[in-house]
Structures are given as C-alpha cells and as structure tokens.
C-alpha cells in the first residue's frame, strides 16, 4: 500500500506542517474513498456515476430534512443549470428522483428520491453507517464533538477559499497546451 506522506515534499514548500500533512492526506484518501463509493452505488441503481453522485446529495439532503431545489445541487455537484437538468431527466426517467413543488412559493421545485427507490436506499448505505457508526462509535463523546468542530473548521477554510479563489490564485504564467 502507498505511504499517504509519500507526497509531503509538494506540501511543505507551500508551508504545512507534518501533522497537517497527514491529516490532509487522510481527508483526500476518504475523499477518494467516498468517489469510489459512488462508483458502486452508480452501478446499484444502473446510471453514470455523476448521476449517482446527484442521487447520494438528493438523499442525504432529504434524509437530513432540507430536500434540494436543481439549483441547490447544480452547486454541490458543480454542474451548469442546464447540464443540472439534463441529469435530472435522466434520473427521474430512472425512476430514482421525483420533482415537486412543496414551497409557498410554487415556483421552488424540491428534489426528492423517489419512494421506492428511497425504501431500499439502506440495503446499500446500511452496512457502511454500521460499520461507520461502531468505527466513530470507539471515541467517546467529547472527541467526536472536537473531531466535528474540526471538520467543520476544514469545511469552511475549504468553502472561503473556493469561493475566493480568483482573487487569491494569480492566472499560470504558462497557459495549459491542448493535447
């Protein structure tokens, strides 16, 4: 298995410390963890994976009682409006998202997982929140709510700079070639 340091020269001329480094490269090896996730769930539900990855931020956001509106995930999935609802197409005529218009405002459409599909969403991601659960389970309560202000520290350092990123990061001074 590679050693998650092995690219720790990169980071440090940009001024991280070790530890930082490590835990960096934790987060980036669950991130890859969590595509690869998706990946399996695409093939479970039969669609492409980006409309996989749209189905998981449905969800969660439903199952966390905040459903999505398509502008709401164009954002988290990074996708155009008009590339947002091409998806959406493809998956409501898989069955797996329906639209609605539950807002006062009955312009608002929400994103919801369809039901069926919803009913049988846990045989997938129940034995990974078992396992997750009994893994966050072993620290006890004090270090889970330090491990959350953590993350959502990262979160919001990660959200900032995103969002002011051309202002921060000069253009290359080489541009990119074409193949």
Do not use: C
Not at 41 to 52: E, I, N, Q, Y
Not at 109 to 114: H, I, K, Q
Request: hydrophobic letters at 40%; aromatic letters at 6%; proline letters at 5%.
């Amino acid at each position: 298995m590679m050693d998650l340091m092995e690219s720790s020269d990169d980071y440090s001329q940009v001024g991280m410390h070790d530890d930082n480094l490590r835990i960096m490269e934790l987060l980036r090896a669950f991130a890859a963890d969590y595509t690869y996730l998706i990946r399996h769930l695409s093939t479970w539900l039969g669609v492409h994976t980006a409309d996989a990855a749209a189905y998981a931020e449905i969800l969660y956001a439903q199952d966390k009682g905040a459903p999505l509106t398509p502008a709401q995930l164009a954002r988290r999935i990074s996708l155009s409006s008009g590339a947002t609802t091409t998806l959406l197409n493809r998956l409501e005529a898989a069955n797996l998202v329906v639209r609605s218009r539950e807002q006062r405002d009955r312009r608002v459409v929400t994103l919801r997982s369809a039901p069926a599909v919803h009913r049988e969403a846990p045989l997938f991601f129940g034995p990974l929140a078992a396992r997750m659960d009994a893994a966050m389970s072993q620290q006890d309560s004090d270090f889970r709510a330090r491990v959350v202000h953590f993350l959502g520290d990262v979160h919001d350092t990660m959200t900032s700079f995103i969002d002011e990123i051309d202002g921060l990061v000069p253009p290359r001074s080489t541009p990119p070639r074409d193949g």
